[in-house]
């Protein structure tokens, strides 16, 4: 597993204890603190993880195909702002 994925899942991992320990009100059994049960249980996120990659590739090529198609076709440049 590369280090982006293990990154990845810790923050999630992260994230998920913060919030669950907002909504039981500071009693999470797993761990005193976020960082702790990340540290101990990032690698049941790997697959959360991975779905997030996926979608931020998605979201690249969505973003490379809308700038390839908005630079194919170049607007013409008028004859004044040329001479500028």
Do not use: H, L
Not at 21 to 34: I, K, T
């Amino acid at each position: 597993m590369d280090e982006m994925t293990r990154s990845v899942a810790w923050a999630i991992a992260e994230a998920w204890w913060r919030q669950r320990n907002r909504v039981a009100a500071g009693s999470v059994p797993e761990a005193s603190s976020s960082t702790e049960y990340a540290d101990n249980f990032w690698q049941g996120w790997v697959a959360e993880a991975k779905a997030a990659f996926q979608a931020m590739e998605r979201c690249a090529e969505m973003r490379a195909a809308a700038a390839q198609t908005s630079g194919a076709a170049p607007a013409a440049i008028s004859p004044v702002i040329a001479r500028i």
